[in-house]
């Protein structure tokens, strides 16, 4: 498939600040789109996941935005905390194209106490 | 049991030796994957099993050879491995491989290689 990019490669925020963590992506076929964590050491943790039919999802603390105009996904962190410190991936998936996740370059995110 | 049990966490293996990465889950999963993820770089795929049957091959050498026991076991035979081939390579699970599938992975902690 196509590939998935990120605009940042690293992003350093305040502790308590809000953190927003961009993708570009590419295959406009895209209909699924999943946010991953990976700490130093560990596999990558779903985080949040958005349908292309949505724009908007929220969990606890982070939320999804999906424009599917200009192809650009966003993960926001709210109050972000030392814990949040981590590699972030976004991933996105054609379901009618094998249903295989290809993800994106990553960006990492550290947070200053 | 929500977790992707790898072993061994780390292995270091010279370029003649053959070796053998597992990996376990109990989730009832019914796909299972192999991802190779070098430093800095995002997961890459190169096998998937689907229904204890091999679905998806990256066109991955042949050096690396998948095998799945069972539902719940998934082994990365490894033998006549390059440097180049040292990374951490992870093994994921999820529920249905098919087309309603959600994504979700579950991915194991990795099994770090090094290839002197």
């Known amino acids: 498939g196509e590939s998935v990019g990120l605009h940042l490669p690293t992003l350093s925020v305040q502790e308590g600040d809000n953190s927003i963590i961009n993708c570009a992506y590419s295959n406009s076929a895209s209909d699924y789109f999943i946010w991953y964590k990976q700490e130093s050491g560990k596999g990558p943790q779903f985080i949040i996941d958005i349908r292309s039919n949505m724009d908007k999802r929220q969990g606890q603390r982070v939320t999804v935005l999906l424009n599917k105009t200009v192809k650009h996904l966003s993960l926001q962190i709210a109050a972000t905390q030392p814990g949040d410190s981590a590699v972030y991936f976004c991933a996105d998936l054609e379901e009618n194209a094998g249903n295989m996740l290809t993800f994106g370059g990553g960006t990492r995110l550290m947070v200053k106490p | 049991d929500t977790e992707v049990t790898q072993t061994p966490k780390h292995l270091v293996m010279g370029m003649t030796n053959k070796k053998s990465l597992k990996c376990e889950q109990h989730?009832?999963?019914?796909?299972m994957y192999w991802y190779k993820q070098k430093a800095k770089k995002p997961p890459e795929l190169m096998f998937v099993y689907s229904y204890e049957k091999l679905s998806i091959n990256e066109s991955v050498p042949s050096r690396f050879s998948p095998e799945c026991p069972n539902s719940s076991l998934l082994n990365l035979h490894l033998h006549a491995l390059q440097p180049e081939d040292s990374a951490l390579y992870l093994c994921a699970s999820s529920q249905d491989p098919g087309i309603h599938n959600t994504g979700e992975l579950f991915f194991g902690e990795g099994s770090r290689l090094t290839v002197l």
């Open positions: 989730m009832g999963h019914r796909a």
